[in-house]
């Protein structure tokens, strides 16, 4: 039967794979265990019994005669034995590298879940910044375009400052006493600018010269023919007043010979009944001056000079009395137009005549409507 014997210092049963060592104290051990704890050892002593050794005691191997099995086949317990310790080392260390992988594994995941979510907040960082910068950069733009109007505007200002200055001073050499422009062209010294200025007022007084000569010239012409229009408008209106003044006295004289006719009607249905009072009436008819081609209701001879002979009596025969029925008549009104008025007709009575239309308010032909309504009357 083999020597079941085992090193002391890795616990592990002798075998043919590992040389075995011994020292002067006659404990046996791994030569390669021995060594390392020499090494190891603050003192080189025994790791047994601890007496005091040294490098030169160690046998280095010691040989074993190990007699054959029966059935030709070794069998080593010791070597198995060390065999499944070793395995039950290794996978003990396995599986101490195993959770130490897996405690890696768990920080690293939670390190991976901590820095996605660092990931996604500096990915909002990040975005938010790009925002910001995308608003900071319009801005600038912004501000820049603005920089840049305000440094056009103040050139422009400054341009204008100056023209302005040149306006005033020319309005002075335009508009000003000569004191003002002597005392502005003394102000203004010798030199170059000076004459420059000078210049610019010399040609400037020129244009504006030039300018009032031309708009005179235009004036004038306007003036010509503005009065040229003025003289065919007076003419026009002249021609037009005057067809006016035609074309009213035309008017007047129909509708007075419309009204004397209808008064001469009037007078002639009420002489057609005989007596003192329509004696009466037709001398003043016939002694009035109304128009001689109206006839008399009896025959009154009219001169060749169209005269009325004011001395003339006239033979009426009186008609026997008769007594008569009276006789109803459904009484018809007269269509009159709007221009027929009832008014006093110079007998002590009322009779109706034609109102003439208004005119204008000219002299002509406001006396020859007075004469008109005089005549009638």
């Known amino acids: 039967m083999p020597i079941r014997a085992y090193c002391t210092i890795c ?14 104290c006659g404990h046996t051990f791994h030569y390669a265990c021995l060594l390392q704890w020499f090494q190891s050892a603050p003192s080189k002593t025994c790791p047994q019994c601890r007496k005091q050794v040294s490098a030169r005691h160690i046998i280095n191997k010691l040989f074993f005669d190990i007699a054959p099995e ?3 086949t070794p069998v080593d317990p010791e070597s198995l034995q060390n065999e499944h310790d070793r395995m039950k080392a290794v996978l003990s260390a396995k599986e101490k ?51 840049n109007e305000g440094q056009a505007a103040k050139e422009e200002a400054k341009r204008l400052r100056v023209k302005m200055k ?18 502005m062209i003394t102000d203004m010294g010798v030199g170059q600018s000076a004459v420059e200025q000078l210049s610019i007022y010399c040609i400037s007084l020129k244009k504006e010269y030039d300018n009032l000569k031309g708009s005179f010239k235009s004036s004038n012409e306007m003036c010509e023919k503005l009065k040229r229009e003025l003289i065919s408008s007076n003419s026009k209106v002249h021609f037009l007043s005057l067809r006016l003044s035609i074309k009213n006295l035309k008017f007047i004289i129909t ?21 003192r009072t329509n004696e009466a009436i037709s001398r003043l008819v016939f002694e009035s001056p109304a128009p001689l081609v109206l006839k008399p209701p009896g025959r009154g001879p009219m001169t060749d000079s169209q005269e009325i002979d004011l001395n003339l009596t006239f033979d009426i025969n009186t008609p026997e009395q008769v007594e008569k029925k009276p006789v109803q008549v459904p009484s018809k009104k007269m269509r009159l137009d709007p221009s027929v008025r009832s008014g006093y007709d110079g007998l002590g009575g009322r009779a109706k005549f034609i109102q003439p239309v208004s005119l204008s308010n000219e002299n002509t032909y406001i006396a020859t409507i007075m004469y008109i309504h005089k005549y009638l009357k």
Not at 255 to 275: A, D, F, G, M, W
């Open 70 to 72: 029966d059935d030709g």
């Open 11 to 24: 616990s592990d049963f002798f075998d043919n794979s590992n040389d075995v060592a011994a020292i002067h």
């Open 97 to 147: 590298e195993w959770r130490d992988k897996q405690k890696s594994v768990d920080t690293l995941k939670d390190t991976i879940e901590r820095q996605k979510k660092d990931l996604d907040r500096l990915r909002k960082e990040v975005g938010d910044k790009e925002m910001l910068c995308s608003v900071l950069r319009k801005q600038m733009n912004f501000l820049e375009s603005q920089k």
């Open 255 to 275: 509708y007075c010979s419309l009204y004397l006719k209808k008064k001469v009607e009037i007078l002639q249905r009420t002489l057609s009944t005989p007596n």
């Open 166 to 183: 040149t306006y005033e001073s020319l309005d002075v050499v335009l508009q000003g006493q000569r004191s003002e422009v002597e005392a």
